[in-house]
Nanobody
Framework: QEQLVESGGGSVETGGSLKLSCQASGFEVRDYCMGWFRQAPGKEREGVAVIADHGTTSYPGSVSDRFYISKDTSKNILYLQMNSLNPDDTGTYYC???????????????????WGLGTQVTVSS
């Protein structure tokens, strides 16, 4: 059974850091475009980081130089290191897998078909 399980969320103060983990099962993260998305109350789901099967990464300007996506193919885990957090980073963070192997690895949520249940990140001022 293909599954994604996120962990590592929590509450931090502005300027703090968190590292999210996503344990994948039933498939290999090395074979797919993988991504992290977040959703704040009343807002659309936003792609904050993606990593292609070959390792190329992409971030929006709002998190570039603060967020870093990586994967450990030996453990089949996807990570998101988040630094210099601010209240705008508050939301539920989801790990996701692109619908199929190959193709472009972009941050559009519609490309992703397998989702975790999410982990909450709260940043206080």
């Amino acid at each position: 059974q293909e599954q994604l399980v996120e962990s590592g969320g929590g509450s931090v103060e502005t300027g703090g850091s968190l590292k999210l983990s996503c344990q994948a099962s039933g498939f290999e993260v090395r074979d797919y475009c993988m991504g992290w998305f977040r959703q704040a109350p009343g807002k659309e789901r936003e792609g904050v980081a993606v990593i292609a099967d070959h390792g190329t990464t992409s971030y929006p300007g709002s998190v570039s130089d603060r967020f870093y996506i990586s994967k450990d193919t030996s453990k089949n885990i996807l990570y998101l290191q988040m630094n210099s957090l601010n209240p705008d980073d508050t939301g539920t963070y989801y790990c996701a897998r692109r619908r199929k192997t190959g193709g472009a690895c972009s941050r559009g949520a519609s490309l992703f078909a397998l989702w975790g249940l999410g982990t909450q990140v709260t940043v206080s001022s």
